[in-house]
């Protein structure tokens, strides 16, 4: 296994369709919600979001909250809350999904009251959901407007039209499709959208990917992997004091977990799926592979 050889590339085709649609959408929009993956708040946010809703109203949505370290989500709710109000979400569980109403009534209560006193009453809040492919936006809306609306799916870009969803009394709230940007701005981004499914995992390299996850693991969740591959601390000594400690933690985990072909060799592409699987269903831990 090769050291920093994994070279990952994306060409959403739709993408700058998309970009022009939600510049057109904006109009219609008082408060736009940005939802964003808690493991990777970084790597998850499209760099052309703030550019394109400029002074628009914005509540940033920490998404899959309850995957990823509690410590950890609280430094980037702190970070990002001198930004816009910030909230942790999980899509699945329905945590703190009904503070999200609140909390648009909460940012347009100045709007609201402005409105009133020309004699405008009920005016319908219009919100707008933005977020990268992956990130959980059709569960949460489903959650949100308390019914299934949309088709939900663990694959990147299942959701493909544009609706209006009620969700509250005077509240509506726009879906949009999910959008990628045409450049990652670094290898690790890449890399982060990779573990975390954003990425389709046919236009990867899977072994690569477990690799480089598992290089991550080692130095931010050691005792994570030692408890989930029964891995004993004299192991994973002698695995560290190797040239290629990530890859000979892939072997050890394959030979622990039965992934080996003929001659005792280790099988890499399902010790790899093994690997990718078990982080992405949070069976190695709560994991955030970013900080503020």
């Avoid at 070279?7 to 959408?25: C, L």
């Avoid at 919600?33 to 499209?46: G, Q, V």
Wanted: glycine share 6%; charged share 30%.
């Amino acid at each position: 296994m090769s050291e920093n050889n994994t070279n990952i590339n994306w060409y959403p085709g739709h993408m700058a369709k998309t970009r022009s649609q939600i510049e057109q959408d904006l109009k219609l929009i008082d408060v736009v919600i940005e939802l964003l993956d808690a493991r990777i708040p970084k790597s998850s946010r499209n760099p052309e979001i703030n550019k394109l809703i400029k002074n628009k109203k914005k509540i940033i949505l920490l998404n899959k909250a309850d995957m990823a370290d509690d410590e950890t989500n609280k430094k980037w709710v702190e970070h990002l809350s001198k930004e816009a109000p910030t909230i942790l979400t999980d899509s699945k569980t329905g945590r703190n999904i009904d503070k999200v109403s609140k909390k648009i009534d909460a940012v347009m209560a100045e709007e609201i009251a402005r409105q009133a006193a020309r004699g405008r009453i009920n005016k319908t809040i219009r919100v707008m959901i933005v977020g990268i492919p992956n990130v959980g936006k059709s569960s949460f809306i489903n959650k949100i407007s308390k019914k299934n609306s949309l088709e939900v799916g663990n694959k990147p870009g299942v959701t493909k039209a544009k609706q209006w969803i009620r969700i509250g009394k005077n509240q509506e709230l726009m879906d949009t499709p999910g959008v990628l940007w045409p450049k990652f701005e670094s290898n690790e981004v890449a890399l982060n959208l990779a573990f975390t499914g954003t990425i389709k995992d046919d236009n990867l390299e899977r072994v690569e990917i477990a690799y480089e996850l598992l290089k991550v693991l080692m130095k931010d969740y050691r005792a994570n992997l030692m408890e989930r591959y029964s891995i004993s601390g004299e192991e994973m000594k002698n695995i560290e004091a190797n040239a290629n400690p990530a890859y000979e933690l892939m072997k050890l985990i394959g030979q622990k977990r039965g992934a080996i072909v003929s001659g005792g060799v280790t099988d890499d592409e399902k010790v790899s799926r093994l690997i990718i699987d078990d982080f992405r269903n949070c069976k190695i831990g709560k994991i955030s592979l970013e900080r503020p």
